[in-house]
């Protein structure tokens, strides 16, 4: 892994210190990877739905019902 330093507002590194000491996580590391990965995950889910919703736009329409977007979107958040 790559070594970075990087500085944290007081309550921010605050909020890591207690996400840490509550066992949650073993490091601030752990704690900053794993918020990135879900930040990167959310945003293929968000890019996702920018395309449908693009394509649709373009269209002017879509094949899929209200309902059918609708259960495809929850599907890809929940992952």
Known sequence: MR???ISFTKPN?????????????????ELVNDIIRQARKQQVQIDWLNRKLERAEQNGFTKLSQKEILKESKSRLNG
């Open 3 to 5: 070594r970075q330093s």
């Open 13 to 29: 590194d605050e909020w890591l210190k207690e996400m840490v000491n509550s066992e949650e996580y073993s490091s601030k590391s």
